[in-house]
T-cell receptor
Framework: AQKITQTQPGMFVQEKEAVTLDCTYD???????LFWYKQPSSGEMIFLIYQGSYDEQNATEGRYSLNFQKARKSANLVISASQLGDSAMYFCAMREGPSGGSNYKLTFGKGTLLTVNP | DSGVTQTPKHLITATGQRVTLRCSPRSGDLSVYWYQQSLDQGLQFLIQ???????AKGNILERFSAQQFPDLHSELNLSSLELGDSALYFC?????????????FGPGTRLTVL
């Protein structure tokens, strides 16, 4: 079974509108972390936001917020006031196990290609 | 700029050849991770080193090997290259002393096997 599922291969949004990118995950660990990365066409991976499994509040970073629903195992990324520069591939990723460890990997979803229209 | 450097940026080689990809982590980061991004497999974890020691292994082929040197830079060696090895190879580093171990990615090395 896939550990990270991103069901939207592509999404379109109008400039200045909000958009939600879906991510569901599967783990039996109690302690884990969820990350969102952005990959523009230039190829680099840019960290956007993090949510820990024990964090009670949804994470926010500027125009990015993470809608974390632990019981549903979902960690959707919300981008508010979309900009043309937000057009990119977005990846959801999971770290299984507690933070602060010295050995863990990120498991990535297949990504969602977001296109922001003017 | 993440602070992680990777060289070379692009690499074009032929099947059967051997290449070495190099990564320098952010200053002070002890952990280095290697990932492979291809169209059919997506982003996959290959291997992790922590302070010179191998700590975790993912879907890394036996033809591939890696090491981390005392100055913490890392090299990924790919041998007997096949067409299917063409991919974007990322190195990432993290500071395990911070709370959530964000991984900072380098710009990647794009490998093309002809």
């Amino acid at each position: 079974a896939q550990k990270i599922t991103q069901t939207q291969p592509g999404m379109f949004v109008q400039e200045k509108e909000a958009v939600t990118l879906d991510c569901t995950y599967d783990t039996s660990d109690q302690s884990y972390g969820l990350f969102w990365y952005k990959q523009p066409s230039s190829g680099e991976m840019i960290f956007l936001i993090y949510q820990g499994s024990y964090d009670e509040q949804n994470a926010t970073e500027g125009r990015y917020s993470l809608n974390f629903q632990k019981a549903r195992k979902s960690a959707n990324l919300v981008i508010s006031a979309s900009q043309l520069g937000d057009s990119a591939m977005y990846f959801c990723a999971m770290r299984e196990g507690p933070s602060g460890g010295s050995n863990y990997k990120l498991t990535f979803g297949k990504g969602t290609l977001l296109t922001v229209n003017p | 700029d993440s602070g992680v450097t990777q060289t070379p940026k692009h690499l074009i080689t032929a099947t059967g050849q051997r290449v070495t990809l190099r990564c320098s982590p952010r200053s002070g980061d002890l952990s280095v991770y290697w990932y492979q991004q291809s169209l059919d497999q997506g982003l996959q974890f290959l291997i992790q080193y922590y302070n010179g020691e191998e700590r975790a292994k993912g879907n890394i082929l036996e033809r591939f090997s890696a090491q981390q040197f005392p100055d913490l830079h890392s090299e990924l060696n790919l041998s007997s290259l096949e067409l299917g090895d063409s991919a974007l190879y990322f190195c990432a580093s993290s500071d395990t002393s911070v709370s959530y171990n964000e991984q900072f990615f380098g710009p990647g090395t794009r490998l093309t096997v002809l």
